[in-house]
């Protein structure tokens, strides 16, 4: 899992799967946000989710988040070789945020 | 069109001088944020600012000042360049300075020291 516990973990897939990834934390926070950074360029806030939410989607993602675990996934389905990049959580602390190592996540045509 | 400009796209200094790296956004922001990545390492938070005030800085090192002339703008001063200091730096903004509205990167600078 990320936040600074794991190197960048690596995942290589078919298109057409399933794929989910997990971030754990160990302080409370208030929120976690998905990120997806292709290859050179900036990354992209994909899914923010709030501690008094379970679960959020938007199209083929869906994140989670567990307070009780203090962890939350992200998953996508129906993957696309275009969702080929790296994909991190990050949360806040203290006014402060963090981010995970990240995931790269490769999707093979 | 680009919402967040970083420039140069990619900089290459020697050690101990200086370079300004410049970031403007056209998304009516009032936040915004550098960020580091370097090779191998987690995307670590530089600075926060909001309406043009400094909100959080999370650099140890004074070699870092943000300089914001205008709302728009969020320009990151280096000085006494490191070969350390090789990243790429990231701006970003937000609707306002809170971890609770969406943020937008800018495409970065990569910034080389030798």
């Known amino acids: 899992s990320q936040w600074g516990e794991e190197n960048l973990q690596a995942l290589s897939i078919q298109e057409g799967e399933d794929v989910t990834m997990n971030c754990s934390y160990k302080?409370?926070?208030?929120?976690v946000q998905w990120y997806r950074q292709k290859s050179g360029k900036g990354p992209a806030q994909l899914i923010l989710i709030r501690s008094n939410e379970r679960e959020k989607r938007s199209g083929r993602l869906r994140a989670t988040l567990d307070t009780s675990s203090q962890s939350s996934s992200l998953s996508i389905t129906g993957t696309l070789a275009t969702d080929t990049a790296v994909y991190f959580c990050a949360k806040d602390s203290n006014n402060r945020i963090f981010f995970g190592d990240g995931t790269q996540l490769v999707v093979k045509p | 069109d680009p919402k967040i400009i970083q420039k140069p796209k990619y900089l290459v200094a020697v050690t101990g001088s200086e370079k300004i790296l410049i970031c403007e956004q056209y998304l009516g922001h009032n936040a915004m944020y550098w960020y580091r990545q370097s090779a191998k390492k987690p995307l670590e938070f530089m600075f926060s600012y909001s309406y043009q005030k400094l909100m959080d800085n999370q650099t140890a090192s004074s070699r870092f000042q943000p300089q914001s002339s205008k709302k728009n703008h969020l320009d990151l001063q280096i000085t006494a360049l490191k070969p350390d200091d090789s990243a790429t730096y990231f701006c970003a903004s937000s609707q306002d300075q809170d971890w609770g509205y969406e943020q937008y990167f800018g495409p970065g600078t990569r910034l080389t020291v030798l």
């Open positions: 302080t409370y926070t208030t929120v």
